[in-house]
Every structure is written in C-alpha cells, then in structure tokens.
C-alpha cells in the first residue's frame, strides 16, 4: 500500500450515526470474488435517494468522508474498506467507530481519524456549509485541519498503526520487512521438513 503521511482533500458530511457496514457495502455486492469495483456498491441503497450527499455535484472528487457517530459498526466485511476506498476515500473522520471496521482500514490504508464529539460536529457543519472546504488529515502530527476556518483537532492513533500507515506497510509488507531471515531460515530447514516445491 502507499505511504500515507498527509491527506488533503474536500470532504463529504455523512450526518448519519451508527452506519454499519451492511449499510456502506450491502450484502448484495458480497458476491465479487475481487477486491476492485466495491466503489459502485458504496451506500448503494441510500444512494438511490436523488438527494443522498454522494450524489451531490459539490462533492465530486472528495477524498475524506466526516460521518456520524459509530461508524462501521456491524459485521466484520472488509468489503466495507474496500468500498470506501475503490470509490476514493482515503480516510473517514467520525467520534467513533466499529473496532473491527477501524482495524480492517488501518490494515488497507483508510485512515480513521476519530475526534471528540464538539470536534466532529464543528467540522461536520463547516463541510456542509461549504463543500469546496479543503480539510487535512496529517497522520504524522494526528491532527485534522480545516485552516481556512482555524480548525484544528487532534486524534489518536497508536505508534505501531501510525508508523505502518507512514510507511505503507500493508500484512505482507510487515511480513517482507523480514525477508532475509525467512530465506535463512528456509535455507537451512531439515530435510525432514523440505520446503515446498512448485
């Protein structure tokens, strides 16, 4: 995955609470067998609605999605992520959010930057009076800004998630950090136990 150090985009304000993850991907779109393509299927019920936030022209291209309170709660679908991602956010603000939803995108690059409840909501209604509000995510400080409004408010993320999003280390890029010694040690494997061959 790529580095993720500073995200600057426009933002869209989901005034929802406790979205779960059926709501963000539908079971219906549980069917593909790849990891691309989810885009479409995010919110598609909701977006059925002419009026839902994510079919408004002024939020067109918005990288950073300001939702309500217990976001991503519900089953543990990374198809959820995948969603969010495919259709080109690349983090998700909220006061809270699902344990296991917060943990499959840290692992897939979706930054979740979880504020305090007066911070979301000062950030929620600055996005929604103006869509064109360009809105930071800085992963290496943890804070999320809006400096055009003076708006500045930190979030919490522990070191081993910070530095694996700083460095873009996906699972098999943790793994891939300790290349030399899987090689030694399978180089020197009993031929009671020989590696597999292909």
């Known amino acids: 995955m790529e ?5 600057t985009g426009t933002a869209v304000p989901l005034r929802r609470t406790d979205v779960d993850t059926d709501q963000i991907i539908p079971s219906d779109w549980l069917k593909r067998v790849e990891r691309t393509g989810f885009g479409a299927g995010l919110f598609s019920e909701w977006r059925e609605e002419p009026d839902f936030v994510l079919n408004r022209p002024e939020h067109a291209g918005a990288t950073i999605l300001v939702a309500g309170a217990n976001f991503g709660v519900g089953s543990s679908r990374e198809h959820a992520v995948w969603a969010l991602t495919d259709h080109g956010f690349r983090a998700v603000v909220s006061p809270r959010f699902g344990d296991i939803f917060r943990n499959n995108s840290t692992k897939a690059g979706l930054v979740t930057a979880q504020l305090d409840e007066d911070a979301a909501e000062t950030l929620m209604a600055a996005v929604e009076a103006d869509p064109a509000l360009e809105v930071t995510v800085d992963v290496e400080r943890l804070l999320v800004e809006a400096p055009a409004i003076g708006f500045s408010a ?13 460095q873009g280390l996906d699972d098999i890029g943790l793994t891939l950090r300790h290349e030399a010694e899987i090689t030694a040690f399978e180089a020197a494997r009993s031929d009671l136990f020989p590696a597999a061959r292909a």
């Open 154 to 166: 930190p979030f919490p993320l522990d070191a081993f998630t910070q530095n694996r999003l700083v």
């Open 3 to 7: 580095p993720i150090r500073v995200l």
